[in-house]
């Protein structure tokens, strides 16, 4: 079956620090993939996405990279801000459901 | 922008009660989907609807079911409630089935006592 794998949290770093958040993924056939981020309290919300093969997602600041070689979408921002402190989830979309990865707490401190 | 609600959106209940949970899609989108999201845990898929009939079905347990009505809201019925059930359960909605996004609604949270 279908399933992601994310690293584990929690992740703290300092503002302006480097983020990269680790996901593989197993699929049948060429999923989409999807980062979402859910902050305290609330939904999840789509952060980015990327539907093929060496398709790069991004959105305020974070991208990803759909590299299906090595099964991989790692996220990646160069610069966090204490407003990216959430829960980050890797997903993939097979047969119209989404598969999520456990979820990785991102904290950044002042 | 208009997006997808959910309500209520917090429930509290006592083991073995019944709760129902609904959900209104952004407008003009024909297609929902219901996960549950366990405390610290990932969502899990439990059911989807397109164009009101059932289109998938993922780990919902059989004292829970589900439909899509009329207007495409949709409506999760829990009987029995068991103290495992305490959780987020998130509503989405999409135009079409396919690599549509799916948009979340903010969740309710389930509490069984």
């Known amino acids: 079956g279908n399933s992601v794998t994310q690293m584990e949290g929690p992740v703290t770093l300092s503002e302006e620090a480097f983020l990269t958040i680790n996901c593989t993924y197993t699929a049948t056939g060429y999923p989409s993939l999807f980062w979402y981020v859910q902050y305290p309290g609330e939904g999840l919300q789509l952060l980015l996405k990327?539907?093929?093969?060496?398709d790069k997602g991004s959105n305020k600041g974070f991208e990803a990279t759909y590299r299906k070689e090595t099964t991989s979408f790692h996220l990646e921002k160069g610069s966090v801000q204490v407003s990216d402190s959430a829960v980050y989830f890797c997903a993939l979309e097979s047969n119209y459901k989404l598969t999520f990865g456990k979820g990785t707490l991102l904290t950044v401190n002042p | 922008a208009a997006g997808v609600i959910q309500s209520p959106r917090h429930l509290i209940k006592e083991k073995r009660e019944t709760a129902t949970l609904k959900c209104y899609p952004i407008p003009r989108h024909d297609t929902v989907y219901w996960y549950q999201q366990g405390p610290g845990q990932d969502p899990q898929f439990l059911i989807s609807f397109y164009e009101k009939m059932q289109s998938d079905k993922g780990s919902i347990p059989d004292r829970f079911s589900a439909q899509q009505f009329s207007d495409y809201h949709s409506e999760l019925n829990m009987s029995s409630l068991e103290l495992g059930d305490s959780a987020l359960y998130f509503c989405?909605?999409?135009?079409?089935?396919?690599?549509?996004?799916?948009?979340f609604g903010p969740g309710t949270r389930l509490t069984v006592l």
């Open positions: 990327a539907t093929k093969a060496d």
């Open positions: 989405a909605s999409s135009s079409g089935q396919g690599r549509n996004e799916q948009f």
